[in-house]
């Protein structure tokens, strides 16, 4: 048992790699078997230092000689059963992310629309909670050339502006913000909750750090703005910015929400690795990738949430296309969900 590293296919379709742990590293070949499931190593891949044990047995007996691997063991993930806000105080939380104002794609019309809704809807009069997870701002010098792309280029104001867009909503309305990747934090994950001067303008926001584990009315919710999501993209082959909910089952699977060092994902040295999930959750939301999903999965469940920026430039030269201005809401006590589109 040990970190898996190195992972690549052959020629032949095997899924070659190595098993290190702290006394050790041994080549590992895992040829497919007959009867491989799509999400089997040999099919999906590895993600690098994800942690895994391995038996197979040895050709030949030389000291750098290869395990060849009959079976790799992953602690399965089992049911898990949700707890639920009680039916006297029924609560809805509704999830939204990548607002990225400050852009020239922040959608601004479809924003005054969903106001206008959560004025005058009866489901919006239940919604206690919206959960924002992470690029509330587009930010200043994010990626060469942003300046281009910016209606507002001072990244004070852009925090500003969106603590009035969150002032629109009605006041029963208590608003949950994550930091992402665009925001004024450091880069390295686990992120710090955004600073007490960026807080200030806001009267409605409980500020929260990247990832967070937070508790609505009894329902635990794992809270991830989704940047390794980019990591699980470029190694395994189930999971494409299209199906970002194949690389949130993925870190479910796993227990944890960014396996792989050195990748896309920076990753802070922190003496506990704070980026396991240790707990299964009731309710596992991400963004980051703008598209839009929600599934049950093994009892958790996943909100991909939707972001309110339309298609940038970059998005359309990789001919992605997202999904914005969609409102996901879950009733915090039977788990319904609705998704609104705007
Ligand atoms: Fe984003
Ligand atoms: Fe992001």
Not at 198 to 225: E, M
Not at 250 to 274: C, N, Q, V, Y
Not at 275 to 288: E, L, N, S
Request: proline share 7%; net charge negative.
């Amino acid at each position: 048992m040990g970190l898996a590293s190195e992972v690549k296919w052959t020629r032949t379709g095997k899924l070659k790699f190595t098993v290190e742990d702290e006394t050790a590293e041994i080549d590992c070949i895992l040829p497919i078997p007959s009867d491989a499931e799509p999400l089997h190593p040999s099919l999906d891949g590895l993600m690098d230092d994800e942690i895994v044990g391995v038996s197979g047995f040895f050709i030949s007996g030389g000291r750098d000689a290869p395990l060849f691997v009959t079976n790799i063991h992953k602690p399965p993930l089992g049911f898990h059963s949700k707890n639920s806000a009680g039916q006297e105080n029924a609560v809805c939380a509704a999830f939204l992310s990548d607002i990225h104002l400050g852009s020239k794609t922040f959608l601004s019309k479809q924003w005054d629309k969903m106001i206008k809704w959560f004025n005058n809807d009866d489901l919006a009069r239940k919604i206690k909670y919206f959960v924002l997870s992470g690029d509330g701002v587009d930010g200043v010098g994010i990626y060469p050339g942003q300046e281009k792309h910016l209606a507002i280029t001072d990244l004070y104001k852009q925090y500003s502006e969106l603590g009035k867009k969150l002032e629109e909503l009605p006041d029963w309305v208590e608003v949950v913000m994550l930091p992402g990747n665009h925001d004024a934090v450091r880069p390295a994950e686990p992120q710090p909750a955004l600073d007490p001067e960026i807080q200030q303008d806001y009267s409605n926001t409980t500020f929260t750090g990247n990832p967070c584990d937070f508790s609505l009315n009894g329902v635990r919710i794992l809270g991830y703005h989704g940047k390794s999501i980019d990591d699980f993209v470029a190694t395994l082959r189930s999971v494409s910015y299209s199906k970002p909910e194949m690389a949130m089952r993925a870190m479910l699977e796993r227990r944890h929400l960014a396996p792989s060092w050195g990748g896309k994902t920076p990753i802070s040295p922190e003496p506990e690795d704070r980026m396991v999930i240790p707990k299964i959750p009731d309710i596992f939301v991400t963004g980051h990738v703008h598209g839009h999903f929600v599934e049950d999965y093994k009892g958790t469940l996943m909100v991909h949430s939707s972001t309110w920026q339309d298609q940038t430039d970059f998005q359309m030269m990789l001919g992605f296309k997202p999904k914005p201005c969609i409102l996901t809401i879950v009733n915090l006590n039977s788990y319904s969900t609705t998704s609104i589109q705007f």
